[in-house]
Nanobody, 117 residues
Framework: QVRLVESGGGLVLPGGSLKLSCAASRSISSFNTTGWYRQAPGKQRELAATISSSGDTTYADSVKGRFTISRDNGKNTVDLQMNSLRPEDTAVYYC???????????WGQGAQVTVSS
């Protein structure tokens, strides 16, 4: 069983920054794709950013240019640096990891990010 644990969430002012980190219970290099999804109140969970084992990244249009995803195989972590945060970025952020495209994803428990003045 794989365990993903998120950290780094909290309350931040609009325009501020936060860094989320996801620690995996096994080697990150064993996952083909890792990423961050988010779910705002009353809305469906949506993709924020993903990164492949080869380092290819994808971002939701709403976060492009503001968020940066990275993975550290040595530390078994996947990070999401979030800059220029907006109130609409408020959500629970979930770490996600998938061994391959046919396997079910693993999920973390979520980290609350609140952007408010």
């Amino acid at each position: 069983q794989v365990r993903l644990v998120e950290s780094g969430g909290g309350l931040v002012l609009p325009g501020g920054s936060l860094k989320l980190s996801c620690a995996a219970s096994r080697s990150i290099s064993s996952f083909n794709t890792t990423g961050w999804y988010r779910q705002a109140p009353g809305k469906q969970r949506e993709l924020a950013a993903t990164i492949s084992s080869s380092g290819d990244t994808t971002y939701a249009d709403s976060v492009k240019g503001r968020f940066t995803i990275s993975r550290d195989n040595g530390k078994n972590t996947v990070d999401l640096q979030m800059n220029s945060l907006r109130p609409e970025d408020t959500a629970v952020y979930y770490c996600n990891a998938r061994t391959n495209r046919y396997s079910p994803p693993y999920w973390g428990q979520g980290a609350q990010v609140t952007v408010s003045s």
